[in-house]
């Protein structure tokens, strides 16, 4: 998934991760047109699936993402990740499970 944030850095992701109970396999910077920085971030965790860029991997669950997602909005707001505009968006899109 990509992350647009301002800022979120890497140690962020690995903690957030880790509160997610999930594990970061990949972490990549970018440049944003609308951010300070993007991040290419894929999870490991605990789904019966493999992931798509690892078949020696299972991927994250969604609750995984969700919480994972959800701790890194406490930190930026802002965040543009995936289908998700801002925080408020995350909100209204997963219907404030997490």
Do not use: C
């Amino acid at each position: 998934m990509r992350i647009h944030t301002n800022t979120v850095d890497g140690s962020d992701i690995y903690a957030a991760a880790l509160h997610a109970n999930a594990r970061v396999f990949k972490l990549d910077d970018h440049g944003s047109r609308t951010h300070t920085v993007a991040f290419e971030v894929n999870l490991s965790g605990n789904s019966p699936r493999r992931t798509q860029n690892d078949r020696d991997r299972y991927a994250a669950t969604y609750e995984q993402w969700g919480i994972f997602l959800a701790r890194l909005y406490t930190i930026d707001p802002d965040i543009k990740a995936g289908p998700y505009k801002n925080a408020v968006d995350f909100k209204a899109q997963t219907h404030g499970a997490f």
